[in-house]
């Protein structure tokens, strides 16, 4: 493997761990607070959708990402009232999510635009373009190191940036503030922090509004990012594989940007192997490279990540008591 087709994976790798790395975060914020959120994936298909149809139909990118973020962060409400304050089961309320979201965004789509559920393609003005960084085409053309710079780090929309930026922020944000502090004390032992005279419901639908506006980021980069429009079912079970990344980096912001890093190229590597001939066995189906992220996933998850224990109060409605 040459020199630029190492620099192309990478790259690639950085794009495709996007979403999952804003969608691993967002799961972060909601199940340390003590909610697990199986919807992050129908959360990301909404903000795609609207996020497309808005930007397709007024031109504007960032029209679209504030419907994008608007459509995320309302189905975030809608689930947290059902998980929260109804007490709802959480796994059925995000499953809910997931079907409403495939149905209703195709169905939508075809209604708006007759053209099979997809939005029309993005005009001039209604995608984010890469951004290059100051003096990319100068060092770039530094041997080896150069394409490092140029091609690697610099050349990508800003949501690749404010993924790997959200990192460090949340770490912070868990870590070294009050919120944080409560926030991961209300998915352990709920019931000392209503002791403490702090309000566990209320600390929960902020984590849910965290997770709203973050699935809105990884959605909206989807269809106005990464893509120029919106397709069916475009996030392709990304919010399941990024929630596969967080339980594999145990609830932990900085192992969880490196599982993701992992999954991006995992998917950056199966799509360069399609149609390659392996060593002995020849060419593989492209069905069976496409589906290699996934089994990996199963394999990573079942058998190389030790003992992964949520947060205690994880998935228990709370019930204040009198």
């Known amino acids: 493997m040459d020199w630029p087709t190492i620099i192309s994976i990478l790259a690639a790798t950085l794009r495709f761990a996007t979403p999952l790395l804003l969608a691993c975060l967002a799961g972060l914020y909601s199940e340390r607070a003590g909610v ?25 990118m960032w029209l679209g990402l504030l419907a994008g973020l608007g459509a995320s962060l309302s189905t975030a409400m809608v689930q947290g009232v059902a998980a929260i304050t109804l007490k709802g089961n959480q796994i059925i309320a995000g499953v809910a999510i997931n079907m409403l ?33 100051p003096f990319a085409a100068e060092i770039g053309q530094i041997p080896y190191i150069g394409p490092l710079y140029a091609n690697v780090l610099s050349g990508h929309s800003i949501f690749v940036y404010l993924a790997f930026l959200a990192v460090p922020i949340t770490a912070y944000v868990l870590y070294r503030t009050r919120f944080g502090l409560r926030l991961r004390a209300v998915g352990e032992n709920p019931k000392a922090v209503d ?14 509004v965290v997770t709203g506006l973050l699935c809105g980021l990884a959605g909206a980069y989807f269809s106005i990012a990464q893509g ?13 594989i990024a929630l596969a990344a967080l339980i594999f980096a145990k609830w932990k912001p900085y192992p969880a940007m490196f599982a993701c ?27 069976a490279i496409q589906a290699l992220p996934y089994v990996l996933t199963v394999i990573l998850l079942a ?20």
């Open 36 to 60: 697990f959120d199986i919807g992050l994936e129908g959360k990301m298909l909404f903000a795609a959708f609207f996020a497309a149809a808005v930007a397709a139909v007024t031109g504007n």
């Open 101 to 133: 979201a495939v149905g209703l965004t195709t169905f939508l789509g075809q209604s708006w635009f007759r053209q099979g559920g997809r939005t029309p393609p993005l005009p001039q003005g209604g995608r984010f373009l890469p951004i290059q960084l």
């Open 195 to 208: 002791t403490a005279g702090i309000a566990v419901n209320l600390m929960r639908y902020k984590a849910v």
């Open 228 to 240: 120029s429009g919106f397709g069916n079912n475009m996030t392709a079970g990304k919010g399941y």
């Open 261 to 287: 890093l992992l999954f991006g190229f995992l998917d950056a590597l199966q799509i360069r192997l399609q149609g390659v001939a392996m060593p002995v066995i020849g060419q593989v189906p492209v069905q």
């Open 303 to 322: 058998g190389f990540i030790g003992k992964a224990v949520g947060p205690k109060a994880g998935g228990v409605p709370y019930t204040k008591e009198r």
